[in-house]
């Protein structure tokens, strides 16, 4: 399984948990998020990660100008959209050459059938409690829900993911399951990854994977 950390926002930090080997890392570059990362992170930091990390970008109802400087500037992989972008502006995306991960928000009565125009203009969904913010609620959702999903796409899992319920995360099994998205329950301070925690996590994934 694969492991995302979202929401870096400070460059020792950063430093730190890349050292951790996670297969992807997530910067928000939406300006109403705690976890905004306005100037706090250089282009350089985020070019200089190593390059099996991939690199997700977060965007909320930006604009495709602004999502292809973003990408540009800072070497990105992946454009993460967490508004109500539709499909066809996920194919804008896309066609600039970034992985496109469309999140959805999930709750009870979630329409999967929704997400099927977007499948072929994505590279992967990502599955995240609906909550009041478009992103980081810190809650998880009920995973039984996504047995209605039947793909095609992978998805990644978010949403309240952490020390607290990784063992249920790692019994949670899913044919189209393709990564973990851990965000606020590793945290110190909003963007500040607490590195011990994070270690102690990616170790006990990294085992189960072996
Ligand atoms: O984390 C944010 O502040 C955020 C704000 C706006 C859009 C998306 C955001 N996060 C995206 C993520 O991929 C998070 O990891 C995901 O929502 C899960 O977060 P959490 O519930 O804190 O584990």
Redesign the pocket.
């Known amino acids: 399984m694969k492991i995302?950390v979202?929401?870096m926002r400070q460059a020792g930090n950063l430093a730190a948990i890349a050292g951790l080997d996670p297969d992807f890392l997530?910067f928000?570059f939406?300006p109403?998020?705690?976890?905004?990362m306005g100037e706090m992170l250089e282009p350089c930091h985020v070019k200089s990660l190593p390059a099996h990390i991939g690199r997700i970008g977060?965007f909320?109802d930006d604009t495709l100008a602004s999502i292809q400087a973003a990408s540009i500037s800072f070497g990105l992989d992946y454009a993460?959209l967490?508004g109500h972008e539709t499909p066809a502006f996920c194919q804008q995306v896309r066609a600039t050459g970034l992985g496109v991960i469309k999140?959805f928000a999930v709750g009870p009565g979630f329409d999967f059938s929704s997400v099927a125009a977007y499948a072929p203009v994505c590279d992967y969904f990502?599955f995240?409690?609906k909550?009041e913010?478009?992103?980081?609620?810190?809650?998880?959702f009920d995973w039984q829900l996504l047995h209605a999903y039947q793909g095609p796409l992978p998805f990644?899992l978010?949403?309240?993911?952490?020390p607290a319920n990784l063992s249920e995360v790692l019994a949670f099994r899913h044919p189209y399951l393709y990564a973990f998205?851990?965000?606020?329950?590793l945290e110190t301070a909003?963007g500040l990854k607490d590195v011990a925690r994070t270690r102690d996590l990616l170790t006990r994934l990294h085992e189960q994977a072996a």
């Open positions: 995302k979202c929401g997530g928000i939406s109403k998020s705690a976890r905004y977060v909320v993460q967490h999140a990502l995240d409690t909550g913010l478009p992103g980081g609620n810190g809650q998880a990644f978010g949403g309240g993911l952490g998205d851990f965000n606020s329950q909003p």
